[in-house]
């Protein structure tokens, strides 16, 4: 089975700290996505990597950065969190096919 | 661009009756087709999926029939239980780049 592990399931950040998320996949896939989710809003885009150090805006990326230094790893980065950076962040992962693999989320709260 | 559009919820319905989700989509050539679901606190989880046209997806008691004509691919089961509420979210892969088009989740509730 695939698994995509994200470092914690919830997490409490001040305003103004710089707050890293990270993602683990074991299925050796090529591409990773990191997704918000807000009531409402449904799934939005932040950021997708297709490859190692490749990296591509997605439909949100304003006040987040990503980095992947190796193929298992995609990390989500808030330079500086503010309270509308309050959400729940998912993480994906896909080989060469349509059919995305996400981990348990994280929710993040920014006071 | 692509986009799919899912009926807003909540569905509200009560152990044993049928559900129906509906899902359209637009897309240019021949997008594939998901079904995910997601439990209280958790990711998302593929439900079903279909690639091409007339096929049917289906797992843990849910169908889904990919229909050009109509261009949808509305959930089914024919008896739900409280342990099938959730959010459940239809999503179409097509083109280049691996990447999914969600609708924005239906949430259902299933009461005793």
């Known amino acids: 089975d695939v698994k995509v592990t994200q470092s914690s399931r919830y997490l409490v950040k001040r305003t103004g700290e710089k707050v890293f998320l990270e993602c683990v996949q074991d299925?050796?896939?090529?591409?990773m996505f990191w997704y918000r989710q807000d009531p409402g809003l449904g799934l939005r885009l932040i950021y997708f990597?297709?490859?190692?150090?490749?990296?591509e805006k997605g439909d949100i990326p304003e006040g987040y950065s990503v980095s992947r230094e190796k193929k298992e790893r995609f990390s989500l980065i808030l330079e500086s969190a503010s309270t509308n950076q309050t959400s729940m962040y998912l993480c994906?992962?896909?080989?060469?096919?349509?059919?995305?693999?996400f981990g348990p989320g994280t929710r993040l709260t920014v006071t | 661009g692509d986009s799919v559009t899912q009926m807003e919820g909540p569905v509200t319905l009560s152990e044993e009756a049928f559900l129906t989700i509906n899902c359209t989509y637009t897309?240019?050539?021949?997008?594939?087709l998901f079904w995910y679901v997601q439990y209280p606190g958790e990711g998302l989880q593929l439900l079903l999926k279909?690639?091409?046209?007339?096929d049917k997806g289906s797992n843990k008691g849910f169908e889904a029939t990919y229909r050009k004509e109509t261009t949808s691919f509305h959930l089914e089961k024919g008896s739900v239980q409280v342990s099938d509420s959730a959010v459940y979210f239809c999503?179409?892969?097509?083109?280049?780049?691996?990447?999914?088009?969600f609708g924005g989740g239906t949430r259902l509730m299933v009461k005793p």
């Open positions: 990597s297709y490859d190692v150090k490749m990296k």
């Open positions: 994906a992962s896909t080989s060469h096919g349509y059919e995305q693999y």
């Open positions: 279909a690639t091409k046209a007339d």
């Open positions: 299925m050796d896939h090529e591409n």
């Open positions: 897309a240019t050539g021949y997008p594939s």
């Open positions: 999503a179409l892969g097509s083109g280049a780049g691996n990447m999914l088009t």
